[in-house]
Nanobody, 119 residues
Framework: VQLQASGGGSVQAGGSLKLSCAAS??????YGWFRQAPGKERELVAS????????YYADSVKGRFTISRSNAKTTVNLQMNSLKPEDTAVYYC???????????????WGQGTLVTVSS
């Protein structure tokens, strides 16, 4: 099983970026996007789980980020709008066969992709 993340980069505050994560080897019930800023703990940013595609967002990104996944449940995207300097972090995608929701315990992890937002 591999999770391949892409789409990071540098953007000015107020700009947008889209992260994508492709799963190979199997499909998963839940996908999550996490981030870790320098000197901070890793945090769950958004997740999408279950047949009904139930979404969860951290308060800090509600209304600005949107998580979605393909019908085949092999790709998950994170559309990030109105980016702020405090969104700067390494972003990781994760996947799990169970229903995760706001639970941050995921079984599979992709490599990180750096997002830098300048003021």
């Amino acid at each position: 099983v591999q999770l391949q993340a892409s789409g990071g980069g540098s953007v000015q505050a107020g700009g947008s970026l889209k992260l994508s994560c492709a799963a190979s080897g199997r499909t998963f019930n839940s996908y999550g996007w996490f981030r870790q800023a320098p000197g901070k703990e890793r945090e769950l940013v958004a997740s999408i789980s279950g047949a009904g595609s139930i979404t969860y967002y951290a308060d800090s990104v509600k209304g600005r980020f949107t998580i979605s996944r393909s019908n085949a449940k092999t790709t998950v995207n994170l559309q990030m709008n109105s980016l702020k300097p405090e969104d700067t972090a390494v972003y990781y995608c994760a996947a799990d066969p169970g229903f995760r929701g706001a639970d941050s315990r995921y079984s599979y992890w992709g490599q990180g992709t750096l997002v830098t937002v300048s003021s």
